[in-house]
């Protein structure tokens, strides 16, 4: 039986800690407030985060971080991009030296516009980077803690370490598969949030299935775009990772960044937005990102420039859908088509 750490008890933290604990690992997790932990431990709920669901009697929970990873060789971190740095950097002095990192953190680190791995061997510089992995995929915390069966992958530049966290999460409703592509596995579940907002902001405005399943589309040719000039491959981008992730999150009242948009393109200001949900909303951390990497590496991201105006910029939902929509006329493969020319038939 293993031993393991889950840092971070929102939503999805708390979620794998259930799946942990149904695998039979003895799960301690961290809460940054003590009522929390007092809950989870003795009421075994999380009503905050995961309303209605009862989580398994062997999670134990507390605020104290330290605890929590001291002498563990499998830690799952599922904070906000936002506190991930500093969490890290909290972790680190309690670390074994042998320990094995996955990270659930669906962002960019802000400052830096760094993935959370390269976060990970920046902080933790002493450890092998080969010990870090990335899960991600289709995994709303809502249907993970109520044993809906779901498929994710594991990826990491180690397949022993890849392949340990598959063992440690697999179960017969949590399916865990592998990949090397760390890059690609965190490119589309950063970006994916930010295509889920606009896809909010289309049925906030009314419009129909015709504007999200176009949005959707060349949302996922963004996420190639730019994931594929940072060193990922095309094929984990259409697969869970990417195509997978994007489907759930923009189609699902679960998904929080779809409700962020739902609520932008109703009307309300992003600040309203964000104060409404009490959660975070990482696909606005994503697009202020996204946008700074497009614009230094010349790669072409209408959607989430739009994004970023609207967002950012005051520019209103309706003029930016107008905007996106003026653009000029282009070949639907247009890297294809410079890449292979086409021969017309007239």
Request: proline letters at 3%; one cysteine or more.
């Amino acid at each position: 039986m293993q031993h393991v750490a889950v840092i971070g008890a929102g939503s999805f933290g708390t979620a794998l800690a259930n799946v942990l604990a149904d695998k039979g690992c003895e799960v301690d997790l961290y809460a940054r407030r003590q009522e929390q932990a007092d809950e989870i431990n003795q009421e075994h709920t999380n009503s905050r985060y995961l309303p209605d669901v009862t989580l398994h009697e062997g999670i134990r929970a507390s605020a104290d971080l330290a605890e929590v990873v001291r002498d563990k060789k499998w830690v799952l971190v599922v904070t906000p991009s936002s506190v991930f740095r500093e969490t890290l950097k909290s972790m680190r002095p309690h670390l074994h030296p042998e320990v094995r990192i996955a990270h659930a953190t669906k962002g960019f680190d802000i400052d830096t516009g760094q993935r959370m791995t390269q976060v990970m061997e920046e902080v933790l510089a002493e450890i092998d980077p080969g010990h870090f992995a990335v899960v991600s995929g289709p995994s709303h915390a809502e249907e993970v803690s109520r044993r809906i069966p779901t498929t994710v992958v594991s990826a990491s530049r180690s397949q022993r370490t890849a392949e340990g966290f598959q063992d440690l999460l697999m179960t017969p409703y949590f399916r865990v598969y592998t990949n090397p592509d760390v890059i690609g596995t965190e490119i589309g579940g950063a970006l994916k949030n930010i295509i889920a907002l606009g896809a909010g902001i289309s049925d906030g405005l009314g419009y129909g299935d015709n504007t999200k399943a176009a949005l959707m589309t060349r949302g996922i040719t963004e996420i190639v775009r730019l994931g594929v000039s940072m060193g990922a491959s095309q094929m984990t981008l259409t697969g869970l990772a990417g195509v997978g992730d994007l489907i759930a999150t923009c189609t699902s009242l679960h998904s929080r960044n779809y409700r962020a948009g739902y609520a932008l393109g109703q009307g309300k200001s992003l600040q309203e937005v964000l104060d409404q949900m009490g959660m975070v909303v990482e696909g606005v951390r994503a697009t202020k990102a996204a946008y700074k990497i497009a614009a230094e590496t010349g790669v072409e991201m209408p959607i989430t420039a739009a994004l970023y105006n609207l967002l950012f910029e005051g520019k209103s939902p309706r003029v930016a859908v107008e905007d996106l929509m003026g653009r000029r006329r282009i070949h639907e493969m247009e890297e294809v088509a410079a890449a292979v020319p086409l021969t017309w038939e007239s």
